[in-house]
């Protein structure tokens, strides 16, 4: 059963672009969640898509928008990129519902903003 | 006060020894209790997942969750130097809140030979 596949790995982009990160879930599940991870804050929720809705936010600006497709394939975007958003951008996924809710983290995408 | 609270260590031990880290959490709706161990510049890999209050084992992990004193522990045993990672403590709750995991800052661990 593959993993949680996330691409790019690596990007590097100036200040002011924008960036489009996309994540593939494991089979079957419908759940996907996006985390910023930086050495300062560690570990931080950015938002939540189930069925195609976003059904959790963290408190991110609105420059961080995701969405999800029928596929549950899920992508997130920044919008006028500054330098503190360069952190590894992580994505999980789980069934979303029911007991089985074990989340799997892909590699991550490590955005550079320079 | 942030929910989850880990020591982040860093926290050096020799190979064979036991390791204990541990969590504490301030809300009482988290369920779901998991440790996730991450390598540097890899993301995080789930080790341990616990539904509620006990101790689940696997191989050398065990985990243990305690729901009255909001207290979620996880013992390495025969430690190993590919141990050598940050281990970050994660739990949610139910329902809508099912998606959202809320995460340690982390305990960063070396074994040494």
């Known amino acids: 059963k593959a993993g949680v596949t996330q691409t790019p790995r690596y990007l590097i982009k100036t200040r002011g672009q924008q960036v489009t990160l996309s994540c593939s879930p494991i089979?079957?599940?419908?759940?996907v969640s996006w985390y910023q991870q930086t050495p300062g804050q560690g570990l931080q929720f950015l938002f939540e898509?189930?069925?195609?809705?976003?059904?959790n936010k963290g408190n991110f600006p609105g420059r961080f928008s995701g969405r999800q497709f029928s596929n549950s394939r899920s992508e997130m975007n920044v919008s006028t990129l500054e330098l503190g958003d360069s952190a590894l951008y992580l994505c999980?996924?789980?069934?979303?519902?029911?007991?089985?809710?074990?989340?799997?983290f892909g590699q991550g995408t490590r955005l550079t903003v320079v | 006060q942030k929910e989850v609270e880990q020591d982040p260590g860093p926290l050096s031990v020799p190979e064979g020894a036991i390791v204990s880290l541990n969590c504490t959490y301030s809300?009482?709706?988290?369920?779901?209790f998991m440790w996730y161990r991450q390598y540097s510049r890899k993301g995080p890999e789930l080790l341990m997942y616990?539904?509620?209050?006990g101790n689940k084992e696997d191989g050398r992990f065990t985990a243990q969750v305690d729901k009255s004193s909001k207290y979620i522990s996880l013992f390495i045993r025969d430690s190993q130097p590919s141990d050598s990672a940050t281990y970050l403590c994660?739990?949610?709750?139910?329902?809508?809140?099912?998606?959202?995991?809320?995460f340690g800052r982390g305990t960063q661990l070396t074994v040494w030979p």
């Open positions: 809300n009482s709706a988290f369920q779901y």
């Open positions: 898509y189930f069925s195609e809705t976003q059904r």
């Open positions: 089979s079957g599940h419908r759940s």
């Open positions: 994660a739990m949610k709750g139910r329902g809508s809140t099912l998606g959202r995991l809320y």
């Open positions: 616990t539904y509620s209050s």
């Open positions: 999980a996924s789980d069934y979303g519902s029911g007991m089985n809710t074990e989340a799997f």
